[in-house]
C-alpha cells in the first residue's frame, strides 16, 4: 500500500507523462512507446512541469517516475488494456541502471516522430523530426540557401518536404533552426540528419 506522499508522486507523475504524451495531439498505446522515449519525457518534464524538485533531473526521481508509469501499465496489462510492459522496463533498465541518471541522447529517430508544435492565431503549426533534420541541414551544410538544398533532395518526396517546411516556417512567422530550437546542433545529430536526407544505414 501506497502512503499519502506515494500516492501524491504516483499521481504528479502520471499527470505528467499523460501532458507530455498529449501535447502532439497523438492517441498512442502504451506499449507503442519505445524505451528512449521515457529519456525525452523526462527531459521535457523537467523544463515544462512545475512540481517543486519533483520533476528535477536526478536518478531517484528518474527511477520513481519511470516506477510509477510501469506500475500503471502493470495495471492496464492485468485487465489486458495492453500487451505487457517491456518498453518501459527496458527504460528503466537503460536509464536507471547505473549510481546515477544516464539518460539517451542519441536517440534512435525515424523522421515521423513529433519535434516541434506552435499555435499560431489559434491553429497548430506541427513539426516532426525530419523538419528539424531538414533545418539543420540548411543551417550546417547549405548555408541557408533552400535552394540548394532542395535541388540535393534525392527523392521528390524529400524536395516536397522541403517546399512544406518553408510554408509551414512562413505561416508560423519563422524563418529557420534558430527561431525554433534553442540548444546547439551536436554532431551526431547532423551524421543523423545526413544520413536520412540521402538514405543511409537505417533510413536506407
Known sequence: MR???????????LYGFMSYLGR??????PNSI???????FLEWAEGHLMFG?????????????LRNIKAYFEYLDAGTVIPGTAQVDRA?????????LD?????????????????????PVSFDMADYWLLALLERKYSGD???????????????????????????????????AFDDLHAYEVARAEAWFSGRGQYA
Do not use: M
Open 34 to 40: 519505445p524505451f528512449w522515449e521515457y529519456s525525452i
Open 146 to 180: 533552400w535552394k540548394a538544398l532542395h535541388d540535393a533532395a534525392p527523392q521528390h518526396r524529400k524536395a516536397d518536404k522541403v517546399n512544406t517546411l518553408r510554408i509551414k516556417l512562413a505561416k508560423a512567422g519563422r524563418t529557420g533552426l534558430k527561431d525554433l
Open 53 to 65: 524538485d519533483r520533476f528535477d533531473l536526478n536518478l531517484a526521481n528518474a527511477n520513481r517516475s
Open 103 to 123: 539518460l539517451i541522447h542519441d536517440i534512435p529517430y525515424g523522421g515521423t516522430e513529433s519535434w516541434t508544435e506552435l499555435w499560431i492565431k489559434g491553429e
Open 3 to 13: 502512503d499519502e506522499a506515494g500516492l501524491d508522486a504516483l499521481w504528479d507523475d
Open 24 to 29: 502532439t495531439g497523438e492517441v498512442r498505446r
Open 92 to 100: 528503466i533498465k537503460e536509464i536507471c541502471k547505473k549510481k546515477k
